[in-house]
């Protein structure tokens, strides 16, 4: 469990995350891969926080809270907006809401 | 509280059996084309990253990441998926034919775990009580971050009547 072995494997779940984003097709399939990439960064930011000298920074953790916190909020406001899309247009495919497309 | 650099041989085992099951799952949520398992495969993947998080002595902040991201996020989501379109796609299975495994299964958790709760109860003080995770951010949330600490209850106060509002039913039509 080196600095090195973390940030690799945060690297790596932030790339599939984006990998998630761009290919797939349905809102809530982007939605948990944007909650992926959260989860890589807060895996970077404890990595840092646990290898810091010979203590643990504890501001690291402090940081992981909020953005657990906001990822929450955020999933409660996105959710609730995908439930008024399907409301509107009867789909969650990405390629079939082209209401604002000129 | 000091980073014990001098890592034993568990630690980095069960770091890799980690890291290897959190990017398994991750993969399988960006790839699966039922969206109800890949919801299963992202509550997995937040599962580990919680253990993950106990490696590395933020036991506060695994505990709210299986709380919040496991268990209001991830049904969340589940929720969502059976109000959305994706009902047809779903093969929700009623029969009881996995009654056994489901016996088994537990049979198996039950005996993994009581040895160990056993074992962890018969010591007196297992984590130290001055000098630990949440002590510490406990002080860091009411001196230097206090602000944000408060800002961030406005903030779930806003989310949760924007939530409301949003998703709530028209009452013109």
């Known amino acids: 469990m080196t600095l090195q072995n973390l940030l690799i494997l945060s690297t790596l779940l932030f790339i599939i995350g984006l990998y998630g984003v761009l290919t797939r097709r349905s809102l809530i399939q982007m939605y948990m891969a944007i909650e992926l990439m959260f989860n890589a960064v807060n895996i970077n930011f404890l990595s840092f926080a646990y290898f810091n000298g010979s203590e643990i920074n504890f501001k690291g953790h402090v940081f992981v809270l909020f953005i657990i916190t906001v990822a929450a909020v955020e999933a409660a406001v996105g959710l609730a907006l995908i439930l008024a899309i399907y409301r509107r247009s009867n789909t969650i495919e990405a390629d079939k809401l082209t209401n604002l497309k000129h | ?173």
């Open chain 2, 1 to 173: 509280m000091a980073c014990p650099f001098t890592l034993t041989f568990m630690q980095n085992i069960f770091f890799h059996i980690l890291a290897a099951l959190i990017l398994i799952f991750a993969i399988l949520t960006v790839t699966l084309k039922n969206t109800f398992r890949a919801v299963i495969a992202f509550a997995a993947t937040l599962l580990f990253t919680g253990g993950l998080y106990l490696l590395l002595q933020a036991e506060f902040t695994a505990f709210m990441q299986i709380l919040i991201y496991v268990g209001a996020v991830a049904v969340l989501t589940v929720f969502v998926i059976m109000l959305t379109s994706e009902i047809e796609d779903l093969s929700i299975s009623r029969s009881n034919q996995s009654k056994g495994l489901g016996i088994l299964f537990s049979l198996v958790l039950a005996i993994l775990l009581i040895p160990i709760v056993i074992k962890i109860s018969a010591h007196s003080a297992v984590l130290n009580p001055e000098n630990n995770e949440i002590f510490k951010i406990g002080e860091l949330f009411f001196s230097d971050y206090a602000i944000a600490f408060e800002i961030t209850s406005i903030l779930l106060l806003a989310a949760l009547i924007g939530a409301i509002v949003i998703a709530g039913k028209n009452e013109k039509k």
